[in-house]
């Protein structure tokens, strides 16, 4: 995988039937120096229960992220992604990116551990889906 996604958040637009999603991925380094952009600095911790695996407690990943405005560093946060706390990510990751007439729905962070498989640091990357 490659350590560079790009965020085309700026320009998504959908149409047709409202069950399609869009689908971002939040870059590993500052792509632009205009507007807004979040970029992913690292994985803290990820307790997540593997796939195929059955658990007691589903898990949560915590994250480091860097929110930008016009190429300056605003704000860099660790976050913890878990069950309970999905819509506060959301709503802070829709505070610091562009404007968007499709609403997110979901940050999710991938890979999602799997029995076994060891990942990396740097195959790790934040996704956003908006309808």
Same mark, same amino acid.
């Given at each position: 995988?490659?350590?560079?996604?790009?965020?085309?958040?700026?320009?998504?637009?959908?149409?047709?039937?409202?069950? %399609?999603?869009?689908?971002?991925?939040?870059? #590993?380094? $500052? &792509?632009?120096?205009?507007?807004?952009?979040?970029?992913?600095?690292?994985?803290?911790? &990820?307790?997540?229960?593997?796939?195929?695996? %059955?658990?007691?407690?589903?898990?949560?990943?915590?994250?480091?992220?860097?929110?930008?405005?016009?190429?300056? $560093?605003?704000? #860099?946060? %660790?976050?913890?992604?878990?069950?309970?706390? %999905? #819509?506060?990510?959301?709503?802070? @990751?829709?505070?610091?990116?562009?404007?968007?007439?499709?609403?997110?729905?979901?940050?999710?962070?991938?890979?999602?551990?799997?029995?076994?498989?060891?990942?990396?640091?740097? &195959?790790? @990357?934040?996704?956003?889906?908006?309808?």
């Amino acid at each position: 995988m490659k350590n560079v996604l790009f965020l085309i958040v700026a320009t998504l637009s959908l149409t047709g039937c409202s069950c %399609q999603k869009a689908i971002t991925e939040i870059n #590993q380094k $500052l &792509d632009s120096k205009k507007g807004k952009e979040i970029i992913f600095v690292k994985l803290i911790s &990820d307790s997540r229960c593997p796939e195929n695996v %059955q658990c007691v407690w589903a898990g949560e990943v915590t994250f480091e992220v860097a929110a930008y405005e016009n190429g300056k $560093l605003t704000e #860099q946060k %660790q976050l913890t992604l878990g069950t309970k706390n %999905q #819509q506060e990510i959301t709503a802070w @990751f829709a505070e610091h990116l562009p404007k968007s007439k499709t609403p997110l729905k979901e940050i999710a962070v991938l890979p999602y551990p799997r029995n076994g498989v060891e990942t990396k640091q740097d &195959d790790y @990357f934040i996704k956003l889906i908006r309808l």
